[in-house]
């Protein structure tokens, strides 16, 4: 099954009016700009809520916000391929996770209310970042995330830092991430084209 994406125009989240479609997935899933703008807002909101009320931000990473959006939604196209029901997705545990981050005593519904989002939209957003990890993760798990020695150490002298112990095991942790970040980048390319991707 190809899917057909199509991004009909590139706005700022607060000049146009709700519901404007941004993008579409075949006949299967659009995305809204109210969906955008909504999703720009809580990425801020989860990074540094100090600036959710700068315009000029949410502006600059609409593009890489709606990229990651259509990730999200191939990576749900593709769970659904395999029967599976967001509905059935518990999150309970990540805004327990995402309160205590957050540092706020009060319900997170109400405090992500003050900033105009709703509640229906944050949790498909969570849902959608719970399916998007278990797709990566299962096919993360059969790849090699192994560090050497070798890497390690030929990591210490590119950085020109002595072999301690502390040492090694930071550059084992970054190591890691950029495997794993490289990895991610392989599966969601491999997605996209098995469900084909075009950006006008």
């Known amino acids: 099954m190809y899917i057909f994406i199509i991004i009909l125009l590139f706005i700022s989240p607060f000049r146009v009016r709700a519901n404007e479609i941004v993008a579409t997935i075949q006949d299967k899933s659009i995305i809204t700009s109210d969906e955008l703008e909504q999703n720009i807002l809580i990425s801020v909101l989860l990074k540094d809520p100090k600036m959710i009320n700068n315009k000029e931000i949410l502006h600059h990473i609409k593009v890489q916000v709606l990229a990651e959006l259509i ?12 029967n599976l029901n967001l509905e059935n997705i518990d999150i309970s545990s990540e805004i327990e996770h995402i309160t205590k981050s ?6 997170l519904y109400d405090y992500i209310g003050q900033y105009g989002i709703r509640k229906d939209y944050f949790d498909n957003k969570i849902k959608a970042q719970i399916v998007r990890g278990q797709i990566l ?16 150490e030929l990591k210490l ?11 090694k095991q930071r550059i084992y ?7 794993m970040q490289l990895a991610e980048s392989e599966i969601l390319a491999s997605l996209r084209k098995m469900y084909y991707v075009e950006i006008l």
């Open 71 to 82: 990730n999200e939604k191939i990576c749900i196209l593709h769970a659904q391929k395999n």
């Open 102 to 107: 957050l540092g706020i005593k009060k319900n």
């Open 137 to 152: 993760h299962s096919v993360m798990d059969k790849k090699q995330m192994n560090i050497t020695i070798g890497e390690i």
């Open 157 to 167: 002298k590119e950085l020109k830092q002595p072999a301690t112990i502390e040492n």
């Open 173 to 179: 942790q970054i190591l890691v991430g950029q495997k």
